[in-house]
């Protein structure tokens, strides 16, 4: 039922806007997520902060979604980044080098482009359009994300998000584990009147589970919204809420308070999440498209520094000791295509 594959409206040569990868030509085909009661309680609206924009890696652009948000309303979120959106010309396409991980997951969702993943426990492969790959750290694992030759060569669109979930201090040295979520698997819903596409990538969403398995207790979603449309969705009491916005415009909670892409929403208590797309949006990004997180705080000290998220500075430092003696991993051979093996 899903469709998949870049997608991008032009009009004569000129490029109009992308759309996500996994969407569908009637969102009414689906399943609806139910009217929410009426008596619930709106969650209202926290924060509204703009993310500032950046470079990651060998030179990507991003924008530091968390920047400036306490940590106690994340939790139990650490770190995201809106990788692009970037049409890249030939040649120009970036990712990371090796590097390592320890004390949490990383979950990274290609909307649209294509990365490559390698890591020192031998998973890999290649995340695109739609797909997510969820790696547990855990223990300690490197790994590199690039884009592959074919498209350094071509250029074209690089749209991801990459997310770091924390883990508990009873799972931090857990063993790494490796998920391959192809954008066909995820759990594609609708709201009650189909004026939104919903993606259910990790979590449950009215009695809906996405497939990512999660240590830590989490929702997440990928939402787009019609022009003038409103969605309300029934969330966790016991989950914290977040709602960023990737393209568009609209407002948040029922005080509608204005948001814009690059802008993070943050909850208080409730039982309901509302965000609504404005009627006016701009010809490139005809839709508001959200990203809806949710968690069960773990409520433990966080002690953060580069790529190792612990709960104490004495375990930040044994991170870097053991990377350093070799303990997270080692950078699997390059293989070199001609020569013989002995």
Do not use: C
């Amino acid at each position: 039922m899903a469709e998949t594959g870049r997608r991008t409206h032009r009009r004569g040569n000129r490029k109009e806007y992308a759309m996500p990868a996994v969407t569908v030509a009637n969102p009414l085909v689906l399943p609806r997520v139910p009217d929410s009661d009426p008596t619930a309680a709106p969650r209202p609206v926290r924060s509204v902060t703009t993310a500032p924009s950046g470079f990651e890696g060998e030179g990507f652009p991003v924008r530091r979604a968390f920047a400036g948000v306490d940590l106690r309303d994340l939790d139990p979120f650490i770190h995201m980044d809106q990788m692009g959106e970037v049409e890249y010309a030939p040649g120009e396409p970036k990712g990371t080098p090796w590097h390592p991980h320890r004390g949490f997951e990383t979950v990274t969702y290609m909307i649209d482009g294509t990365f490559q993943h390698r890591d020192s426990n031998g998973g890999g492969g290649l995340i695109t359009d739609g797909d997510t790959q969820w790696m547990t750290a855990g223990g300690g694992i490197l790994h590199i994300e690039k884009p592959p030759e074919e498209l350094v060569v071509s250029g074209g669109l690089f749209h991801g998000v990459q997310l770091w979930v924390n883990l508990p201090r009873r799972l931090k040295l857990t063993e790494p584990r490796y998920q391959d979520i192809r954008g066909g698997e995820v759990a594609l819903l609708s709201s009650p009147d189909g004026g939104a596409l919903i993606r259910v990538i990790a979590g449950e969403l009215a009695g809906h589970a996405g497939p990512g398995v999660t240590h830590t207790p989490i929702s997440l979603v990928h939402a787009t919204i019609a022009a003038g449309a409103e969605l309300r969705l029934p969330w966790r009491k016991d989950f914290n809420a977040l709602v960023y916005v990737l393209a568009g415009r609209g407002t948040v909670g029922a005080e509608r308070r204005p948001v814009r892409a690059g802008q993070l929403a943050v909850y208080g208590p409730g039982d309901v999440l509302g965000v609504a797309a404005d009627q006016a949006q701009e010809s490139r990004s005809p839709e508001l498209s959200v990203l809806l997180l949710g968690g069960q705080p773990i409520r433990e000290p966080i002690a953060a520094y580069g790529p190792f998220v612990m709960n104490t500075r004495r375990e930040l430092v044994e991170a870097f000791e053991d990377f350093q003696a070799g303990k997270l991993g080692t950078i699997p051979a390059e293989p070199h295509p001609g020569h013989d093996v002995l």
